[in-house]
């Protein structure tokens, strides 16, 4: 039999090609610029480890990872699961269920500039529909928070708007949900589970290996996260949303500093890398798969 | 007996949230039928108003010009009396509901439309014909293949996305400069046709509850991987392939940064660059450029609604077992 | 083992396949520029291009047989990162736009050309700019750019309907700090759940850092001094008294209005480039040249007085600094005699600097241009002429200037929502960016003034 090897490395060439050609080149160099003062206008200097000592010491740096630890922390699992239940939601046979799907997923497509005065809009603390909403089902105006004026409700702000592309993620698990055939729900119903066990013991598992991508496409995403906040808010009030990667890109290009942005993003690939190896580890004895 | 509380219930909350859903959208689309005087309102409104006044016994559309004392003169901007200024209180002058098409004329002539439509749809095309063939020969090889090494590419890919993009974009422009790529769609076309770590990682996952006996089956007869990939496994994951594909279409039709980078020329410029540039540095046709919002987006949305059908009603895999 | 074969070769003409282009376009070089045809870069969008493009138009008219080809690229006044990119990368265009405030930096870390020899030939001379202008268009001597629009900052608009609404005269606006407290006090409204419906005026609508140069210099303050023998690079002084009076103006109006309501008032309609003035919600505010068009698009009947921006006695009046573009060429480039005939064109020419007061609405950097004839004695633009003819600032000529403006910007914060001292905060500003100022000095040395 000819090498299983060379089958699998000829199915995996362009993907090996572009990892070669695209990727290591500037992951190496990114490596070498961390290790460098870099002005990008000018050839970078070596300067050891200094970067790295900088950043430990630097207490924006720490701020921007909590911020951004306290997204991922609330808008993944969040997100997930309202893309979960939109998926349920959506997995009805209902008249213009097709009509329907298409609304949600339109955030997903939306440009950011359009969603983002948008959301600014939406997220007013005086006349925005969310503090509307909320002072109808009887929040007072003490309590109704400031969104992104307010220096401890700006990242709340951003991560509920973050949950709106949950679109994305319910289309993945609706073809999922698809797949689970419908035998093992009859047969679950026939041995008397409920609805929700029906859900923890059929849907789940049968779902796992889909929903084990989306948390860790969430977990790397998440931790990137820097495009909503550059628009919306550049990182204030107070630095309260100043993202890891916002630091990261002000650093870089406003700064000047490529070096220092580099020492952060290898930084960032630590972390992100070690959560991912958490979660997929933690995650073997829970996907099934079938093979 | 059928409960029919429980889907009526099922059906509300559906709608409910398909409302929220939809708002982004139907702001846009609200905004971009609005007259420039009323797009800057503060009052959250989602139906598009105009000014108007009663004129000779019809409502007519206004445009307010200036000030007079403690009255306004307004210029009449449609109908047979177009052009017509006249001195009126403001009191007289009314919001009614009306759509302003021409935001949508302005706007298609604010930039090349078409020229710059045509160069985004070659790049959309090229990079989901490079994305589905290369995501799916790799997801295959990391996930129906049991060899040596595949766990080290599997990680090594996702690696890739793990470094953000903001310190590998220099050596990577120097890179596509060394290769002469500067100033042509190939820096964007090309890494598609080398795999995307997102949908080669979600294949995979999709691959991998595909049934070894399957597959087994098959080798058993005498077939090669690739005919197994091209005869089985490929129309087994149709859904998913037509999630990758939609995907990679919106992302290649949204970008921005990549094309605003590696293009040097105006005639080469993408859609999304165009609708960035309708917001100026000192000025912005919000009208306008939320009108060319929303018809960059409605592709997407009938691409969408049309292609949901292939990745939504998937196809039964576990049928076949046994 | 007979099947191998066919799949085998298949699988080598796919991989063949993915690779030639690659090999292919590596041999091909990178297009010569062609000869007089000019590439510029511009930062303009929206109904400013049309603008643009006419000055092409009429300059082409005016050199047969030079062509320009605009592109564009964004600059979102914090960087620009496709022209860093293509200047790393060794290509960009001839001729690029840069803003007044990145001028300094960018010059000092060599991003752009030295032209001086190329104005030294061209028969002009800094006196034919406005001074503030041409100070941010040299560093160390060496000229970098040619100023091309001069946007005196700020005029000072109000609403005179609600000034009589209020009680107060329409004809005479605040004229000190005092008085304009004052007027907020009767101006600004609130509704019964303590949200601001009118709103006297916001000192910080314009972001960051901008607000506070602007009511530095109105306090009659500086926030750094321009470089000199002893200090090259110029000397950080966020703390200057005048400056501290001037945050903690700030800081009590943001107590007593709280900066969290105003802010929630102020983006009710943010990104539109409406603004609560525009809608009567805001009874004062400062106003860009740029957006004497706005006054007209959004506001069309509203009655609206101008002048100039208050200060204390002892501060500047009137006061006032001045940005804008300039025109440069990036670092890797020659600087080509079509490529500087275009810059000195677009920045001197009769016909430039026409479409640019009348179609841009930007005041020229170019003190001799016709079109200040025109507009001196027009109501709302001979005020911000007013304001040109007599502004000596310019922001931070510095080469730090991109971390100077985020860092006053953050200081502004710790003040503003975090109570902190505005004395303490602009001396933390002041001891990092002095420490980031010395740290670049090593870097920038050998571009002192020399070109490779």
Redesign the interface.
């Known amino acids: 039999m000819k090498s299983r090897t060379f089958t699998g490395i000829m199915f995996c060439m362009p993907l090996i090609v572009g990892i070669l050609a695209f990727t290591v080149v500037p992951v190496v160099a990114s490596f070498w610029f961390s290790l460098c003062n870099y002005p990008i206008l000018d050839p970078p200097k070596f300067v050891g480890t200094a970067n790295y000592v900088e950043l430990a010491r630097d207490d924006r740096f720490w701020h921007s990872v909590r911020n951004t630890f306290t997204y991922v922390l609330f808008a993944i699992p969040s997100g997930m699961a309202v893309g979960l239940g939109l998926a349920l939601l959506l997995n009805q046979k209902v008249a213009g269920i097709k009509v329907f799907r298409t609304l949600f997923f339109l955030p997903t497509v939306v440009p950011l500039v359009a969603n983002s005065v948008l959301w600014i809009r939406l997220l007013n603390p005086q006349q925005g529909l969310v503090n509307t909403f909320l002072k109808a089902i009887g929040v007072t105006d003490h309590w109704l928070p400031g969104w992104i004026t307010d220096e401890h409700w700006a990242m709340p702000g951003l991560i509920l708007m973050s949950l709106w592309g949950a679109g994305g993620g319910a289309v993945m698990y609706l073809a999922a949900l698809k797949d689970v055939p419908g035998e093992l729900f009859e047969a679950a119903e026939l041995d008397g589970a409920s609805p929700v066990q029906r859900f923890k013991n059929v849907t789940i598992p049968m779902i796992s290996p889909v929903l084990l991508f989306t948390g860790v496409m969430g977990l790397i995403g998440g931790f990137q996260e820097f495009a909503r906040a550059f628009v919306m808010t550049k990182g204030g009030p107070w630095d309260s949303t100043l993202f890891y990667c916002l630091h990261l890109f002000n650093s870089a290009f406003t700064e000047f500093r490529l070096g220092y942005a580099s020492a952060m993003a290898w930084v960032l690939f630590a972390i992100i890398m070690s959560a991912t190896i958490i979660v997929m580890r933690s995650s073997m004895k829970h996907v099934q798969y079938e093979q | 007996m059928r409960n029919r509380t429980p889907r009526l219930i099922g059906f509300f909350i559906l709608v409910l949230f398909a409302t929220m859903f939809a708002l982004p959208f139907l702001w846009q689309v609200s905004t971009s039928l609005k007259t420039e005087d009323q797009v800057g309102k503060s009052e959250f409104d989602l139906i598009p108003k105009a000014s108007t006044i009663v004129f000779n016994g019809d409502v007519v559309q206004v445009k307010p010009v200036e000030r007079k004392g403690d009255r306004q003169v307004v210029e009449i901007i449609a109908g047979s009396a177009k052009g017509q200024k006249i001195t009126v209180l403001p009191s007289e002058i009314h919001l009614t509901p009306h759509l302003e098409w021409s935001n949508y004329s302005e706007g298609f002539k604010a930039f090349p439309f078409f020229r710059m439509l045509r160069n985004t749809l070659v790049i959309c095309f090229l990079v989901v014909l490079g994305t589905t063939v290369s995501c799916s020969l790799a997801a295959y090889g990391l996930a129906c293949i049991p060899w040596k090494g595949r766990e080290v590419v599997f990680w090594a890919m996702l690696a890739t996305m793990m470094l953000p993009a903001q310190v590998t974009m220099i050596p990577l422009f120097q890179t596509f400069k060394w290769l002469g790529w500067i100033n042509t769609i190939l820096p964007l076309v090309v890494p598609a046709f080398c795999g995307n770590a997102f949908f080669v990682f979600m294949l995979r996952q999709f691959y991998r509850t595909i049934p070894a006996s399957l597959t087994e089956a098959a080798r058993i007869d005498g077939a090669t991987d690739l005919r197994i990939w091209a005869t089985i496994v490929l129309p087994l994951s149709k859904a998913a392939l037509a999630v990758v594909a939609v995907f990679s279409f919106i992302n290649a039709w949204n970008d921005f940064i990549g094309p605003l980078l590696y293009l040097m020329d105006d005639e080469k410029y993408t859609l999304a660059i165009g609708l960035a540039r309708l917001q100026g540095q000192y000025s912005s046709d919000w009208g306008r450029m939320m009108a060319m919002s929303v018809v960059m987006t409605l592709p997407l949305v009938v691409l969408f609604f049309l292609a949901q059908r292939t990745f939504v009603d998937g196809i039964k895999l576990g049928g076949v077992k046994g | 083992?007979r099947?191998?074969p066919s799949?085998y070769r298949?699988?080598h003409r796919?991989?063949a396949l993915?690779?030639l282009?690659?090999c292919v376009?590596?041999?091909?070089?990178?297009?010569e520029p062609e000869p007089n045809v000019i590439?510029v870069w511009q930062?303009?969008?929206?109904?400013?291009?049309a603008a643009l493009d006419k000055m092409v138009v009429a300059f082409e008219r005016s050199h047969p047989g030079i062509k320009v080809?605009?592109?564009?690229?964004?600059n979102d006044l914090?960087?620009s990162?496709?022209l860093?990119?293509?200047?790393?990368?060794?290509?960009g265009?001839d001729v690029t736009f840069v803003d007044g405030q990145q001028l300094s930096?960018?010059a000092a870390?060599?991003?752009l050309a030295d032209l001086t020899d190329a104005f030294t030939k061209s028969g002009l001379t800094e006196n034919d700019f406005w001074k503030p202008r041409w100070q941010e268009s040299t560093f160390r001597n060496h000229v970098y750019a040619l100023p091309w629009g001069a946007d005196p900052n700020f005029a000072f608009l109000w609403n005179k309907d609600l000034f009589r609404k209020a009680g107060l005269d329409p004809e005479k606006p605040p004229r000190t700090i005092a008085e304009l407290d004052a007027a907020c006090d009767r101006l600004t409204k609130r509704s019964e759940?303590?949200?601001?419906d009118i709103l006297g005026i916001n000192p910080w609508e314009w972001?960051g850092a901008n607000s506070l140069f602007t009511w530095g210099y109105a306090f009659g303050g500086n926030l750094y001094q321009p470089p000199d023998a002893q200090h090259p690079l110029g000397t950080v002084t966020a703390d200057d008294p005048k400056v501290v009076q001037a945050l903690e103006w700030m800081a009590k109006f943001g107590k007593k209005y709280d900066v969290?309501?105003v802010?929630?008032?102020t983006?009710?309609?943010?990104?539109?480039?409406?603004?609560?003035f525009?809608?009567g919600?805001a009874a004062m505010r400062l106003l860009?040249v740029?957006?004497i068009?706005?006054l007209k698009?959004?506001a069309?009947?509203?009655?609206i007085g101008i002048g100039l921006i208050p200060a204390p006695p002892d501060g500047e009046y009137p006061n006032g600094w001045i940005g804008g573009w300039s025109l440069a060429v990036p670092?890797n480039r020659k600087v080509r005699p079509e490529a500087f005939e275009f810059i000195k064109w677009m920045c001197t020419s009769k016909e430039a600097t026409d479409i640019e007061g009348i179609d841009?609405?930007?005041f020229p950097a170019y003190a001799k241009a016709p079109y200040f004839e025109k507009i001196k004695s027009d109501p709302v633009r001979g005020v911000f002429y007013k304001i040109l003819a007599n502004s000596k600032h310019v922001r931070t000529l510095m080469p730090?200037q991109?971390?100077y403006m985020?860092r006053i910007?953050?200081g502004m914060?710790?003040v503003l929502?975090?109570g902190k001292s505005p004395a303490e905060a602009l001396a933390q500003v002041r001891l990092d960016v002095t420490k980031?100022l010395n740290s670049?000095q090593d870097?920038l040395a050998h571009h002192d003034g020399a070109q490779p």
């Not at chain 3, 376009?25 to 297009?31: E, N, R, T, W």
């Not at chain 3, 983006?267 to 609560?276: A, L, R, S, T």
Request: charged letters at 25%; a positive charge; aromatic letters at 10%.
């Open positions: 083992m099947t191998k799949s298949k699988k796919l991989f993915a690779v282009p690659i376009s590596g041999c091909l070089k990178p297009p590439t930062p303009f969008g929206a109904s400013d291009q080809k605009m592109s564009y690229a964004s914090t960087s990162q496709k860093f990119l293509a200047i790393a990368g060794g290509v265009p930096e960018w870390r060599g991003a759940q303590g949200n601001i972001e969290r309501k802010a929630a008032f983006n009710q309609v943010v990104g539109i480039g409406n603004d609560p525009y809608s919600k860009h740029s957006q068009k706005d698009k959004y069309p009947t509203m009655d670092r841009l609405e930007q730090v991109g971390y985020q910007g953050r914060d710790e929502y975090g980031r670049v870097e």
